[in-house]
């Protein structure tokens, strides 16, 4: 389990994240849901250890250092692949730093999206690098996959194809933590969400209570950050000067 | 040389391309070195010989040759440009980390502690070492060549050495 106790960040007088507290059990999908800038990303961040912060972040019940980052995987719009490497190059090295890298899952992936296996990875397409992005990710042998906007560029088909495999391949001991702005779309593939605003977590909600309420993840998502559905409409009349 | 050089290296690299090019600095540095000391040291050797009317090739007693610090002066620029350039390679090393993506992210989160640093400094520290024990080496050949080959008489006296050095 990942357990975050009164985590703070700032950067410099500006608060990314106050006081949070939460835990990512094993074998849940998490989305992580928030505005830009809301601190999902620094959220990911100072769990992977990338930013300095105040509070208590630990893996199993112990800190977060070189001897357990291993068991954390991270995907990111930014991508963290070695551009001039090969998909080869990059199993490569994997498998030589991450002691539980999956070979059988990352052969599997790459040849479902038919990614080129012998060009570096400089030369794919946007989609294909997200798609690299995440085969790593999900190969490295990790029990916590962060995923920061990970399919930003893909297409609508090439996302639902994502959706699907990952739900197909994940053993239940792992754990998949997703920020993206793409709500409905990640709906049925998660099952718990966290709502992210300014820094504070606002909402931490399961799955099978919105079923219970008979609300969808984007109404209650809605109602949570207050989204005023008439501010379009007024917005327009404002413009035109015509009445709604 | 190479297999080993690819774990030294930030991941991704061209590994023949760097090893030519610091095989090819080096041997510039060095080559420079020799050609300006040597160069040096043959003009200024000829300068304490004249010519009589016989055609004997005569020892000047009233000239001194120039002393060895003057001689290897500018040597070892090219040694210093090379360190410099090293120091600009390993700093590069770490920003290729965040060219084209951030690949940072990838190196800080390894178990492997000191990966990152291991990659990016081991192969400017080698060769910057590399660059200061062949200094060393041949400031001491040159001057052991100084010594065997510019005759007693018309070496300075210490004393004149400083003044000059």
């Not at chain 1, 739900?167 to 702005?181: A, C, F, K, Q």
């Not at chain 2, 060895?68 to 002066?73: A, Q, T």
Request: charged content about 25%.
């Amino acid at each position: 389990m990942i357990k975050i106790n009164s985590l703070t960040k700032k950067y410099g007088t500006k608060t990314a994240l106050e006081n949070v507290d939460l835990e990512f059990p094993r074998g849940e999908i998490v989305g992580l849901f928030g505005e830009n800038g809301a601190g999902k990303t620094t959220l990911m961040k100072c769990i992977l250890g990338f930013l300095s912060y105040k509070g208590e972040i630990t893996l199993d019940g112990e800190k977060i250092s070189t001897k357990n980052i291993e068991k954390i995987s991270f995907a990111t719009s930014e991508h963290s692949f070695f551009p001039a490497l090969t998909a080869e190059g990059h199993r490569d090295f994997y498998s030589e730093h991450f002691p539980e890298f999956n070979e059988k899952r990352f052969q599997g992936l790459m040849e479902f999206f038919a990614l080129p296996k012998n060009r570096p990875i400089r030369t794919f397409s946007m989609g294909q690098k997200n798609q690299f992005e995440v085969i790593l990710a999900l190969s490295q042998g990790a029990d916590y996959i962060l995923m920061d906007e990970p399919f930003a560029g893909n297409d609508v088909f090439n996302r639902e194809d994502f959706y699907k495999v990952l739900s197909g391949i994940l053993e239940e001991h792992e754990t998949v933590i997703l920020s993206t702005h793409l709500i409905e779309e990640v709906s049925d593939f998660i099952g718990r969400a966290v709502l992210i605003r300014e820094g504070n977590i606002i909402s931490d909600v399961k799955a099978e209570e919105l079923e219970e309420q008979g609300k969808t993840l984007i109404s209650y998502i809605k109602e949570e950050f207050n989204y005023r559905g008439d501010r379009v409409s007024k917005a327009l009349s404002d413009i035109t000067g015509e009445e709604e | 040389m190479t297999h080993k050089l690819v774990k030294v290296l930030p991941v991704g690299y061209n590994v023949k391309k760097v090893k030519t090019a610091l095989l090819w600095g080096y041997i510039i540095s060095a080559a420079f070195s020799a050609i300006v000391y040597f160069s040096n040291l043959i003009v200024n050797y000829n300068n304490l010989f004249y010519y009589d009317e016989a055609g004997n090739r005569l020892l000047r007693t009233n000239v001194k040759m120039a002393s060895f610090h003057l001689l290897r002066e500018r040597a070892f620029d090219f040694f210093l440009i090379f360190i410099f350039m090293l120091l600009v390679f390993s700093i590069y090393n770490f920003i290729y980390h965040y060219i084209g993506s951030k690949s940072i992210f990838t190196m800080r989160r390894l178990p492997q502690k000191y990966e990152l640093i291991k990659r990016c400094v081991t192969v400017p520290v080698i060769f910057i070492i590399l660059s200061f024990v062949s200094v060393i080496v041949l400031n001491s050949v040159y001057f052991s060549i100084y010594e065997h080959v510019v005759p007693e008489v018309s070496k300075l006296s210490s004393e004149e050495m400083m003044w000059r050095f």
